[in-house]
Nanobody, 123 residues
Framework: QMQLVESGGGLVQAGGSLRLSCAAS????????MGWFRQAPGKEREFVAT????????YYADSVKGRFTISRDNAKNTVYLQLNSLKPEDTAVYYC????????????????WGQGTQVTVST
């Protein structure tokens, strides 16, 4: 089992920034691809970003490309998501996930999920 705990969400004005963190425990973190997904009210969960277990590759949804940055620190068993130039449409619950693959973009590829952290962007 792997436990994932997100933090760093909150209320921010449009154009602002937040840094989300996801702390992992219980399994070999460095052998898992890590991803961030989000779910807005009334919408399906959607892919945001992923990073390979070696940090050699990252991939982003078009809607966040150039504004969000995913990174990881394998020594700290933590993955981060830096959110810049936030827009009201970024409002959602953000989830981190771990998949026992090199890199993954689909929900079903992930084995473990956190409980989520709320990000609210006001106008």
């Amino acid at each position: 089992q792997m436990q994932l705990v997100e933090s760093g969400g909150g209320l921010v004005q449009a154009g602002g920034s937040l840094r989300l963190s996801c702390a992992a425990s219980g399994r070999s973190f460095s052998s898992y691809a890590m991803g961030w997904f989000r779910q807005a009210p009334g919408k399906e969960r959607e892919f945001v970003a992923t990073i390979s277990w070696s940090s050699g590759n990252t991939y982003y949804a078009d809607s966040v490309k150039g504004r969000f940055t995913i990174s990881r620190d394998n020594a700290k068993n933590t993955v981060y998501l830096q959110l810049n130039s936030l827009k009201p449409e970024d409002t959602a619950v953000y989830y981190c996930a771990a998949g026992h693959l090199y890199i993954a973009t689909m929900n079903y590829e992930y084995n473990y999920w956190g409980q989520g952290t709320q990000v609210t962007v006001s106008t």
